[in-house]
């Protein structure tokens, strides 16, 4: 694992935000479980340093299109919790004041334009920010994640195309966990690395191990560095793992158990906590602070979220037609 240009106080930034994400989902989990509160979701549990490197890489005027899959993506763009929680949960603190539901949650104050829980719908609208960038003359970049399945759909295709042939601002960021869903990338593409599809595009493909923060952030930079100077988009190929199933609740009984063992054993938080540890960046202390922070922020925002109003009868009729548009697209 290298450190790459990664200085001390990014690797801290990094294992904070992976530790927030962390928390944020295992939260999640243990209120739905046992009946605290009741919200659908798709856990992010286990991709933790895509989003986190993802988080620190981007610039805060660039900007981000994801999926129903998203938690970890919207904290590591800087969405506040109680804006994610509060449209999980349907409340008014939510980002769309809990009418957008887990699959549809957007900051384009802080560059997150689009969750979409379509599969595969993601890149086209992604185009469309890259184009408008480039139209406006800004050296803005637009990073769009999406799973392995993604990549076999007729959208992806066309819009890949159509990034590389127009040298778009664009990163295409695939968080390849190795399942579509319930179906194994083997079960549904012949190649064994999906980055291997960038060639037909005549763009870079890159592949690296999405379990490390350090070697996403290097992948991103040279990216992001590449589409700023007018070169065109980058696929980057991050192979992380789903520890929690399609949805939560998902019995996994597609899954060999011992795959799943093994991917938890590679956990990236505790590697990454450990990794920091032995190279003398943070002491144990202040990692325990870090996680102990990471776990009170959870607690206040869903302290907020839950004495929080539900949206009113009167919302219906609200947010229907755009109004002026006052951050640059």
């Known amino acids: 694992m290298s450190d790459g240009n990664a200085t001390p106080e ?5 294992y904070a935000s992976m530790v927030l994400m962390k928390a944020a989902d295992d939260r999640l989990s243990k209120g739905i479980g046992t009946g605290e509160f009741m919200c659908v979701y798709w856990p992010s549990r286990g991709q933790e340093a895509i989003a986190a490197a993802m988080g620190v890489a981007l610039r805060p005027d660039d900007q981000l299109v994801t999926t129903y899959r998203g938690l970890h993506d919207l904290i590591g763009k800087g969405v506040p919790l109680e804006e994610i929680y ?10 769309s004041r809990g009418k957008g539901g887990t699959m549809h949650i957007a900051n384009p104050d ?4 689009l969750s979409t829980g379509i599969v595969g719908a993601g890149p086209p609208v992604a185009v469309g920010l890259a184009m408008a960038a480039r139209r406006k003359g800004l050296d803005r970049v637009t990073v769009v994640s999406f799973g392995d399945g993604a990549t076999n759909t007729g959208s992806f295709h066309e819009a890949a195309n159509m990034a590389a ?3 778009l601002p664009l990163v295409l960021l695939c968080q390849n966990n190795l399942y579509a869903e319930m179906t194994p990338t083997s079960d549904t593409m012949k190649i064994e690395q999906v980055a291997e599809r960038a060639a037909g595009y005549g763009m870079p493909g890159v592949r690296v191990d999405g379990n490390d923060p350090l070697a996403v952030k290097s992948a991103l930079d040279e990216a992001l560095d590449r589409a700023r100077g007018g070169d065109g988009p980058t696929f980057i190929e991050c192979v992380t793992f789903r520890f929690r199933g399609h949805y939560f609740g998902d019995r996994m009984p597609y899954l060999p158990k011992d795959q799943l063992t093994a991917a938890m054993a590679a956990d990236p938080v505790p590697r990454f906590r450990n990794r920091l540890a032995a190279a003398g960046i943070c002491t144990e202390d202040e990692l325990d602070r870090i996680d102990n922070e990471a776990l009170l922020a959870v607690e206040s925002a869903l302290h907020t979220v839950m004495n929080a109003d539900a949206p009113s009868i009167e919302e219906l009729e609200r947010d229907v037609y755009a109004t002026a548009i006052k951050f640059p697209v």
């Open 10 to 14: 990014v690797q801290r930034r990094l």
């Open 110 to 113: 802080k560059g997150v334009m």
């Open 86 to 95: 509060g449209e999980m949960m349907g409340r008014t603190v939510g980002a």
């Open 165 to 167: 042939l127009w040298d």
